[in-house]
């Protein structure tokens, strides 16, 4: 995943971007980078590690000599950036935000047709901006090269990019997965997927950008250089768990859309008569708490907080690189209230089920705090298929994720045939996995949302939707 944000004004934008940026450390964990142009001393880059140390004490100390009237900057989960390229187009510094699945495909082939040497990382993959940006430069204008872009690649890319000039050419990718906001101000205007990262800077809302649509950012406004598409696919996982609770979009707040879909939750277990009888209802810190809160309000069952996150130095459990590390944190940071759990029959929301690491800890933590019964309820469907477009499930495999290792067990290849029955809790396959689940993770009784709920929740034109990762389809 990975979150962006730039900003053009007629004075100085130095702390706008880093604070900017900042207000995106939600959405990666790994890299972060900032890019500014000044009339005077030209382009100046920073990239820092942000895998132990948060952004902002990684970036401090550069800012205090950097100056700038236009920036552009990213936190990500992959390669290290913004870059800064030499073309025929100019120098400009870009970054892009998405994955390209079929990148080695389109390196080769540039790279034999022109003879060409492009930089890779230490495991011998390219640089999947650089990439972008020796594509974007085939073309005889960015805006061409962008358009061009979009229809090589395979997967979803967002892109930035800092022109010479000191203008930002902001493009929304080809489906809209991601947001891309533009906000306005008097000295300048500014580019951001979440748009409460510059509200909290003075901006307003000035305009979302279309799928696949490009404008050009100047201090005094934005021009359109190629028109949006017609169809949109924006993540339903951004509403579901990687959303900040300020966020919105499509004009659908987050923390509104999780105490609906909590709320959807509870009516349809009602209405099944499967809500089991607990003292408490509680959410798995930070982004099952306001799925836990709808659900408590529907099912009048009270809420509490048996856990709390403790989150000064590890804020996200997947943080580390080492897996025993990450799961120490993962049962390190939940820090328990013993009154709330010894004894206590406790029904928790999480917002979603990817590796099960978490999940299996945070369980296994409550037991050992003397929980009379422990029941789970997860805030999407079972996740099947690994993300093709963001880059948020553990690698390009799908039989990294924990349903499809338990249809596995289950099955074995032959029940890979059936991934759609078992994705299906009225069907008989389905069933058999929540049931072979909640022995995993030895739970009272374990419930997950529909793919209806959560898009009822979500309340858009579900045809707006990306669900691959629960239904494969795209």
């Given at each position: 995943?990975?979150?962006?944000?730039?900003?053009?004004?007629?004075?100085?934008?130095?702390?706008?971007?880093?604070?900017?940026?900042?207000?995106?450390?939600?959405?990666?964990?790994?890299?972060?980078?900032?890019?500014?142009?000044?009339?005077?001393?030209?382009?100046?880059?920073?990239?820092?590690?942000?895998?132990?140390?948060?952004?902002?004490?990684?970036?401090?100390?550069?800012?205090?000599?950097?100056?700038?009237?236009?920036?552009?900057?990213?936190?990500?989960?992959?390669?290290?950036?913004?870059?800064?390229?030499?073309?025929?187009?100019?120098?400009?510094?870009?970054?892009?935000?998405?994955?390209?699945?079929?990148?080695?495909?389109?390196?080769?082939?540039?790279?034999?047709?022109?003879?060409?040497?492009?930089?890779?990382?230490?495991?011998?993959?390219?640089?999947?901006?650089?990439?972008?940006?020796?594509?974007?430069?085939?073309?005889?204008?960015?805006?061409?090269?962008?358009?061009?872009?979009?229809?090589?690649?395979?997967?979803?890319?967002?892109?930035?990019?800092?022109?010479?000039?000191?203008?930002?050419?902001?493009?929304?990718?080809?489906?809209?997965?991601?947001?891309?906001?533009?906000?306005?101000?008097?000295?300048?205007?500014?580019?951001?997927?979440?748009?409460?990262?510059?509200?909290?800077?003075?901006?307003?809302?000035?305009?979302?950008?279309?799928?696949?649509?490009?404008?050009?950012?100047?201090?005094?406004?934005?021009?359109?250089?190629?028109?949006?598409?017609?169809?949109?696919?924006?993540?339903?996982?951004?509403?579901?768990?990687?959303?900040?609770?300020?966020?919105?979009?499509?004009?659908?707040?987050?923390?509104?859309?999780?105490?609906?879909?909590?709320?959807?939750?509870?009516?349809?277990?009602?209405?099944?008569?499967?809500?089991?009888?607990?003292?408490?209802?509680?959410?798995?810190?930070?982004?099952?708490?306001?799925?836990?809160?709808?659900?408590?309000?529907?099912?009048?069952?009270?809420?509490?907080?048996?856990?709390?996150?403790?989150?000064?130095t590890w804020p996200r459990s997947f943080m580390p690189d080492n897996q025993d590390v990450r799961n120490q944190v993962a049962r390190m940071k939940q820090i328990p209230v013993q009154e709330l759990i010894s004894g206590k029959r406790l029904l928790f929301i999480d917002?979603?089920?990817?590796?099960?690491?978490?999940?299996?800890?945070?369980?296994?933590?409550?037991?050992?705090?003397?929980a009379e019964e422990v029941h789970v309820r997860i805030a999407c469907p079972p996740i099947m298929y690994a993300c093709k477009y963001l880059n948020f499930s553990p690698g390009n495999d799908d039989m990294g994720l924990f349903a499809r290792k338990i249809i596995q067990?289950?099955?074995?290849?032959?029940?890979?045939?059936?991934?759609?029955?078992?994705?299906?809790?009225?069907?008989?396959?389905?069933?058999?996995?929540?049931?072979?689940?909640?022995?995993?993770?030895?739970?009272?009784?374990?419930?997950?949302?529909?793919?209806?709920?959560?898009?009822?929740?979500?309340?858009?034109?579900?045809?707006?939707?990306?669900?691959?990762?629960?239904?494969?389809?795209?």
């Open positions: 995943m990975g979150g962006y944000f730039g900003a053009a004004s007629h004075s100085q934008i130095v702390l706008d971007v880093f604070f900017g940026v900042d207000y995106h450390s939600h959405l990666g964990t790994k890299s972060a980078g900032l890019a500014f142009w000044d009339r005077e001393k030209g382009f100046r880059k920073d990239i820092h590690s942000i895998s132990n140390t948060p952004f902002r004490a990684r970036f401090e100390k550069d800012i205090e000599d950097r100056t700038g009237t236009s920036g552009i900057g990213c936190i990500n989960d992959s390669d290290p950036q913004p870059i800064i390229v030499r073309s025929q187009l100019g120098v400009y510094g870009i970054l892009t935000t998405g994955i390209i699945r079929n990148a080695e495909e389109l390196a080769e082939k540039y790279m034999a047709e022109h003879k060409a040497l492009l930089s890779v990382q230490s495991s011998g993959r390219v640089n999947m901006t650089e990439l972008a940006a020796v594509l974007i430069n085939e073309e005889p204008t960015i805006e061409r090269g962008i358009v061009r872009l979009g229809r090589l690649i395979q997967g979803s890319l967002t892109v930035l990019i800092l022109c010479p000039d000191g203008s930002i050419i902001a493009s929304r990718d080809r489906m809209g997965r991601l947001p891309v906001h533009i906000g306005k101000r008097d000295d300048g205007r500014c580019v951001s997927l979440e748009s409460f990262a510059y509200q909290k800077l003075g901006y307003e809302d000035e305009h979302e950008l279309g799928p696949g649509e490009i404008v050009r950012i100047t201090p005094d406004g934005w021009e359109m250089l190629s028109p949006p598409g017609e169809k949109t696919r924006i993540c339903a996982f951004l509403w579901s768990y990687y959303g900040y609770p300020n966020s919105t979009y499509n004009n659908v707040n987050v923390e509104a859309m999780r105490y609906r879909n909590g709320e959807i939750m509870a009516r349809n277990e009602e209405q099944d008569m499967t809500m089991p009888e607990v003292d408490y209802v509680a959410g798995v810190p930070d982004s099952g708490i306001a799925h836990a809160i709808g659900y408590s309000g529907e099912s009048g069952i009270p809420y509490a907080r048996p856990l709390i996150k403790y989150t000064p917002d979603s089920i990817v590796r099960g690491t978490q999940l299996r800890e945070t369980v296994d933590f409550i037991a050992e705090m003397g067990e289950i099955e074995g290849d032959e029940g890979q045939k059936h991934v759609d029955e078992y994705a299906d809790a009225g069907t008989e396959r389905g069933r058999c996995l929540i049931k072979t689940m909640a022995e995993r993770f030895r739970l009272d009784s374990l419930g997950f949302q529909s793919l209806d709920g959560l898009l009822e929740a979500i309340g858009i034109d579900r045809d707006m939707i990306c669900t691959y990762c629960w239904t494969g389809k795209e």
